[in-house]
């Protein structure tokens, strides 16, 4: 079983900065794909991106491009989400997610099977 930890979140106004971290532990030999999903208030989970976990290759969701990066240190377990001129709107639940199979690195949500307890982002305009 693989435990994931996010951190990083807070409150920031309206085009800062934020870094976010995942950290996995556990049985994390077998993951292949590691992901960020978000969360608003009323709203649908929403896929941000994902990295290929022992390999190379970042697919970051096209409205989010330029201004969310992801990146990741195996050393350490851990990925990080690089979130530039937030704005109100990206206020939200962030969650980061583990899969083993191709398919999540493209968003299926369903592909995912360890997730996060998630942390609060909330930006003030």
């Known amino acids: 079983q693989v435990h994931l930890v996010e951190s990083g979140g807070g409150l920031v106004q309206a085009g800062g900065a934020l870094r976010l971290s995942c950290a996995a532990s556990?049985?994390?030999?077998?993951?292949?794909?590691m992901g960020w999903f978000r969360q608003a208030p009323g709203k649908e989970r929403e896929f941000l991106g994902a990295?290929?976990?022992?390999?190379?290759?970042?697919n970051v969701a096209d409205s989010l491009k330029g201004r969310f990066f992801i990146s990741k240190d195996t050393g350490q377990n851990t990925m990080y989400l690089q979130m530039n001129n937030l704005q109100p709107e990206d206020s939200a639940i962030y969650y980061c997610?583990?899969?083993?199979?191709?398919?999540?690195?493209?968003?299926?949500?369903?592909?995912?099977?360890?997730w996060g307890q998630g942390t609060q982002v909330t930006v003030s305009s």
């Open positions: 997610a583990r899969s083993e199979i191709a398919s999540a690195y493209y968003g299926t949500s369903s592909s995912y099977d360890s």
């Open positions: 990295i290929v976990w022992p390999g190379d290759g970042t």
């Open positions: 556990g049985d994390i030999l077998g993951t292949f794909v």
